[in-house]
């Protein structure tokens, strides 16, 4: 089955204490981004990959690193968590070219809480 | 730069009203697809539907409809005789290939029974 799988779902955690959420993609696709979600704002980019080895920043990468060492990984990393990063997100795969480039599959959340 | 707006923050309707969702996209590309994405009260995010901009041909899929007009640069979405289950936030997204997928910020639908 064609999945975006994300880890954890949900997580609680204090501030100052890394983190990593793990995003893995079973469709050999070559875009991986990920969104976080915050009531009134929308969907706002952190950072995107167009391929191995391949970062950019989206909208939002202060205190996100990511890295692209696998084409089906795609992990988000919280060096050192801060309240304001309490928010729900989202990894999401895609194909960059095709009949269905861009259409993005999207795992299923992850809840972070930073107390 | 690309740019969706998504005009309406919230809307309610009663169940089994016609409703339409407004989307306005900019972009200097010739070349483009349009999405839909509806992300239900359970959180996760559904695609709806992809466009491309070499096609203006209207989409109906039960009781949704889809009206891409060029012109306007507007991809509008009208949900026909809305159910409960159509309570969502619902999200347009333009992609161009040249640079990251652009999502507006969503219009969350209340269907009242």
């Known amino acids: 089955e064609a999945q975006v799988t994300q880890n954890p779902r949900y997580l609680i955690t204090v501030t100052g204490k890394k983190l990593t959420v793990t995003c893995s993609q079973n469709m050999n696709h070559e875009y991986m981004s990920w969104y976080r979600q915050d009531p009134g704002l929308g969907l706002r980019q952190i950072y995107y990959s167009m391929n191995v080895e391949v970062t950019d920043k989206g909208d939002v990468p202060e205190g996100y690193k990511v890295s692209r060492k696998e084409k089906r990984n795609f992990p988000l990393i919280l060096e050192s968590p801060s309240p304001n990063q309490t928010s729900l997100y989202f990894c999401?795969?895609?194909?960059?070219?095709?009949?269905?480039?861009?259409?993005?599959?999207f795992g299923e959340g992850s809840r972070l809480t930073v107390l | 730069a690309q740019k969706v707006t998504q005009a309406q923050t919230e809307i309610s309707v009663v169940e089994k009203e016609d409703v339409t969702l407004d989307c306005v996209y900019e972009?200097?590309?010739?070349?483009?697809?349009l999405f839909w994405y509806k992300q239900p009260p359970s959180g996760e995010l559904v695609f709806l539907i992809r466009r491309n901009s070499f096609d203006e041909q209207n989409e109906i899929s039960g009781r949704y409809s889809w009206n891409f007009q060029k012109s306007t640069s507007s991809f509008n979405f009208t949900i026909t005789a809305s159910q409960v289950v159509d309570s969502a936030v619902y999200f347009c997204?333009?992609?161009?290939?040249?640079?990251?997928?652009?999502f507006g910020k969503g219009t969350r639908l209340s269907v009242i029974a």
């Open positions: 972009t200097r590309d010739t070349t483009y697809y």
């Open positions: 999401a795969s895609s194909l960059i070219q095709g009949e269905r480039a861009g259409e993005l599959f």
């Open positions: 997204a333009l992609y161009s290939g040249n640079t990251p997928l652009v």
